[in-house]
């Protein structure tokens, strides 16, 4: 008894081991039919606008006012929020922005089902609304103002 004890002991820790392990390693993958899409949404006066509501909304809390990942529930979160200012996130194309927003990834809930309009949007578009291109606009809107 006390030999499966240690035994399952050792799986258990094994297990929690390998499982983090991999989830360090494990990137973000974006299928790839998001990879090539643009966002049809033009970053103009109003689309920004726009965007920043629907940031205030759904991602202020964790990203922060600057985009660099500070908001009040960052500290909570198990992993730091990502920054918006930085080069390597500015780099992604719009759809890699699009299915991350929209199918989350460990502590980023997923907001296909929490924005409205855009139930279509992870089926491979930007969807029937300018909503999500709005947001994509202003999150790219955090990699323009790092280099001014």
């Known amino acids: 008894m006390k030999k499966l004890l240690l035994l399952t002991g050792i ?61 009040k529930r960052a500290l909570k979160l198990n992993n730091q929020p990502t920054d918006f200012t930085l080069d390597i996130f500015q780099q992604q194309t719009d759809g890699a922005l699009l299915y991350k927003i929209y199918s989350g990834h460990s502590d980023m809930p997923g907001f296909k089902k929490r924005i409205p309009g855009n139930q279509d949007a992870m089926d491979g578009s930007f969807g029937k609304t300018r909503i999500s291109g709005d947001l994509v606009n202003y999150v790219r809107s955090f990699g323009k103002k790092n280099h001014h």
């Open 11 to 71: 799986l258990i820790m094994l297990f929690t081991a390998y499982s983090f392990i991999t989830d360090q390693q494990d990137p973000w993958k974006v299928p790839e039919k998001y990879e090539s899409l643009k966002n049809p949404v033009p970053a103009d006066e109003a689309s920004l606008a726009s965007g920043k509501e629907l940031y205030d909304y759904f991602c202020v809390n964790c990203h922060g006012n600057d985009g660099k990942g500070s908001g």
